[in-house]
C-alpha cells in the first residue's frame, strides 16, 4: 500500500487530517507536524487534505494521491506535490505545471 506524505516546510506547525474515504485503515483526526518535518498516512486510495497553517492561520484543502509526497511551503509559496522530479502546485490559485 502507497502512502500519502506532507512536508512541513514553514516556519510553524501544521495540523493535517487526511480522510479515509473507502479506506479499512488510518484515522481522520488532526495530527501536528512540527516546522520542517514530515508524516505519511496510509492510504490506497484519493483522498482530501486538510491543512491548518500556524503561519498564516489559513486552511488549505486538496486531493492527495497515494504514492505522492505534497509540501506545504512557506506563506508565499502554497503547495506542491511531489512525484519523482515532477512538481504541480496542488490548489486552485495556481497553474498545474
Not at 24 to 49: D, H, M
Not at 57 to 73: A, D, H, I, L, S
Amino acid at each position: 500500500m502507497d502512502g500519502v506524505t506532507i512536508v512541513n516546510n514553514t516556519t510553524e506547525k501544521i495540523t493535517v487530517s487526511i480522510t479515509t474515504t473507502d479506506e479499512s485503515n488510518g484515522g481522520p483526526g488532526f495530527y501536528e507536524i512540527a516546522s520542517k518535518k514530515s508524516s505519511t498516512w496510509k492510504r490506497s486510495k484519493l483522498q482530501v487534505c486538510h491543512v491548518l497553517r500556524a503561519d498564516t492561520g489559513n486552511t488549505e484543502v486538496f486531493v492527495v494521491e497515494p504514492g505522492k509526497t505534497y509540501q506545504v511551503e512557506g506563506a508565499f509559496r502554497g503547495i506542491k506535490g511531489v512525484h519523482s522530479n515532477h512538481f504541480g502546485r496542488m490548489t486552485r490559485q495556481y497553474e498545474r505545471s
